[in-house]
């Protein structure tokens, strides 16, 4: 906002300007980028999230596909705000906050190339770091997935979500009548008020699990779902529910 010789406005005048220039800041919409938006995860956070009051960037390097969603979004949702952006750099540097929608193994090779735009930005590890056989994880112990990211990209705020749900809970988040958790885990406040925001628009109930340490346990979690899923053919809509007095 511009101000012109504020010493002659009057009181009212600049108590209604700071008004108005905080509804601006009010309304004006966090952007979230998806990356691997054409995968089963990305299409299904893309098709929930531009839903919610939010500009949505999505990228993929299948441009058909990502097309497709985009076409498919628009005609469900008129009012979604939502583009395609090709490039890394762009799009790591319009994001408010990344979700990195992609397999473990291709985490670290994408964090790479947004490293040098994403300072001070909310990143979301949705990654589960299973082997081949769904029998163990593959990380280190004593460390996750979303704690090595962090420490690939010490100037960001990485928080742990939508790892523990399914792509198919995202179109049916409500099981037997019970709404299922989504549990998230991170270190910074603002992030993980940022990401329990996503997470509600997505249609799930938000669990705010502890700090990024916590990574460990849910994806661990999450291993174990997949395992007993394949066990007693859930279809891939099993869910996680605390359930309490």
């Known amino acids: 906002m511009l101000f012109l010789d504020c010493t002659h406005w009057t009181p009212a005048l600049r108590e209604g300007s700071f008004v108005l220039s905080m509804k601006q800041e009010m309304n004006t919409k966090q952007v979230v ?24 960037l999505l990228h993929s390097s299948k441009t058909n596909a990502v097309q497709s969603l985009l076409h498919e979004i628009k005609n469900n949702y008129s009012s979604a705000d939502i583009e395609i952006v090709e490039d890394y750099v762009e799009i790591g540097w319009e994001a408010d906050a990344v979700i990195l929608a992609v ?23 949705i990654s589960n770091p299973l082997n081949d056989l769904y029998h163990g994880l593959l ?38 009548d019970q709404k299922l958790d989504c549990f998230i885990a991170g270190n910074d406040e603002d992030a993980l008020e940022l990401v329990y925001d996503l997470v ?11 700090d990024l340490s916590m ?3 849910l994806e661990s979690m999450q291993l174990m779902l997949i395992q007993l899923t394949m066990q007693n053919n ?12």
């Open 33 to 56: 980028a998806v990356i691997g938006a054409s995968g089963k995860m990305g299409s299904a956070l893309a098709k929930t999230l531009s839903k919610g009051n939010y500009r949505i």
């Open 103 to 125: 397999p473990y193994a291709a985490e670290k090779g994408v964090a790479e190339k947004i490293r040098s735009v994403v300072n001070q930005k909310v990143i979301i590890s």
């Open 139 to 176: 990380t280190s112990p004593g460390i996750s997935a979303a704690e090595e990211l962090q420490k690939q990209l010490p100037n960001t705020k990485v928080i742990k979500a939508f790892n523990t749900v399914f792509a198919n809970d995202f179109y049916q988040p409500v099981v037997h």
């Open 200 to 210: 509600k628009t997505a249609g799930f109930h938000p669990i705010l699990a502890g």
């Open 215 to 217: 990574s460990r346990t």
């Open 234 to 245: 859930y279809n891939g809509s099993a869910g996680w529910k605390i359930l309490h007095n």
